[in-house]
């Protein structure tokens, strides 16, 4: 088991007073038997009103109202974890889906077909030709070793680049430039993984990275496949492994600009900045 804490400070500078709509913060992880939570503490200043839920993704909701003008808006969340995820590799896949290619069957296939919508034809051409890359069909492979490839691929043959700005590269985009960020990797997993007739989630959270621990870090994103027999089963491509004890999920969705860790709205105007902090250490 290991226990870490994660602090998540967020800033919003305004240059005049503004009056703030209700915010939706997505910043308690996920609990499930690989994660709990022993500790969690959420604030704001200025002070509002939490009001909590779950979405339908299981995603812990905090919605924050605010009753007055400022002229700064500062979130700040620090949790303390225990991560039992330290063997990865110890899953079963249902006898069916060891080896690809394989179909959802039963009721999962009803309840996955979200999760399996693809992209435009354009896309979908694309993606393939990059897939041939690296599996050509009628190859006969095991399930994760193809996903596992798919990860690989993108951390060996695209570079990794910090993105500042807001939204998430398409897959055409990400492959046109070579570069991308974290999420923009993940979106390109699960449009490849898509392509292939699997299931794919986008997956928001926290990664900790031990030569970083001093350093002001970001959130970081993942992408998760539906495996029969395993359940959801969690890939970084900006890693190129399989996600283990050091990744820490905030939230899911079936598309990345559904998870954002804070949106809200403001009143007034005012031009904003803003500024965010996260450190990730061992405790």
Same mark, same amino acid.
């Given at each position: 088991?290991?226990?870490?804490?994660?602090?998540?400070?967020?800033?919003?500078?305004?240059?005049?007073?503004?009056? @703030?709509?209700?915010? +939706?913060?997505?910043?308690?992880?996920? =609990?499930?038997? #690989?994660?709990?939570? #022993?500790?969690?503490?959420?604030?704001?200043?200025?002070?509002?009103?939490?009001?909590?839920?779950?979405?339908?993704?299981?995603?812990?909701?905090?919605?924050?109202?605010?009753?007055?003008?400022?002229?700064?808006?500062?979130?700040?969340? #620090?949790?303390?974890?225990?991560?039992?995820?330290?063997? &990865?590799?110890?899953?079963?896949?249902?006898?069916?889906? +060891?080896?690809?290619?394989?179909?959802?069957?039963?009721?999962?296939?009803?309840?996955?077909?979200?999760?399996?919508?693809? &992209?435009?034809?354009?896309?979908?051409?694309?993606?393939?030709?990059?897939?041939?890359?690296?599996?050509?069909?009628? =190859?006969?492979?095991?399930?994760?070793? %193809?996903?596992?490839?798919?990860? =690989?691929? +993108?951390?060996?043959?695209?570079?990794?680049?910090?993105?500042? =700005?807001?939204?998430?590269?398409?897959?055409?985009?990400? %492959?046109?430039?070579?570069?991308?960020? /974290?999420?923009?990797?993940?979106?390109?997993?699960?449009?490849?993984?898509? /392509? @292939?007739? @699997?299931?794919?989630?986008?997956?928001?959270?926290?990664?900790?990275? &031990?030569?970083?621990?001093?350093?002001?870090?970001?959130?970081?994103?993942?992408?998760?496949?539906? @495996?029969?027999?395993?359940?959801?089963?969690?890939?970084?491509?900006?890693?190129?492994?399989?996600?283990?004890?050091?990744?820490?999920?905030?939230?899911?969705?079936? %598309? &990345?600009?559904?998870?954002?860790?804070?949106?809200?709205?403001?009143?007034?105007?005012?031009?904003?900045?803003?500024?965010?902090?996260?450190?990730?250490?061992? /405790?």
């Amino acid at each position: 088991m290991q226990r870490y804490k994660i602090i998540h400070r967020t800033y919003y500078n305004y240059s005049n007073n503004v009056m @703030l709509g209700p915010h +939706i913060l997505l910043l308690r992880p996920r =609990e499930d038997y #690989e994660l709990r939570i #022993e500790s969690f503490n959420l604030k704001t200043t200025p002070a509002s009103t939490l009001l909590w839920h779950r979405d339908v993704e299981g995603n812990s909701v905090a919605i924050a109202t605010f009753d007055l003008p400022v002229s700064q808006l500062v979130i700040e969340s #620090e949790v303390i974890i225990q991560q039992y995820n330290e063997a &990865p590799l110890n899953f079963m896949v249902a006898a069916y889906a +060891i080896a690809y290619p394989f179909s959802y069957q039963g009721d999962d296939k009803v309840l996955l077909s979200a999760y399996m919508a693809l &992209p435009d034809n354009e896309t979908i051409n694309i993606v393939n030709k990059w897939i041939a890359n690296f599996w050509q069909s009628g =190859e006969q492979i095991q399930t994760y070793t %193809l996903l596992q490839r798919i990860a =690989e691929h +993108i951390h060996q043959t695209l570079s990794y680049r910090v993105r500042e =700005e807001p939204g998430v590269q398409s897959a055409r985009q990400t %492959l046109s430039y070579g570069t991308g960020s /974290c999420r923009d990797f993940a979106l390109l997993f699960m449009e490849a993984v898509r /392509c @292939l007739g @699997l299931a794919s989630r986008f997956v928001s959270g926290y990664l900790y990275a &031990p030569l970083m621990t001093g350093e002001i870090g970001s959130t970081h994103a993942w992408a998760e496949v539906y @495996l029969p027999g395993a359940g959801w089963k969690g890939f970084d491509p900006t890693i190129g492994k399989i996600v283990g004890s050091d990744h820490i999920a905030v939230a899911v969705a079936r %598309l &990345p600009e559904a998870v954002p860790p804070i949106a809200g709205s403001f009143a007034g105007s005012a031009d904003s900045t803003l500024t965010v902090g996260v450190w990730v250490s061992q /405790c």
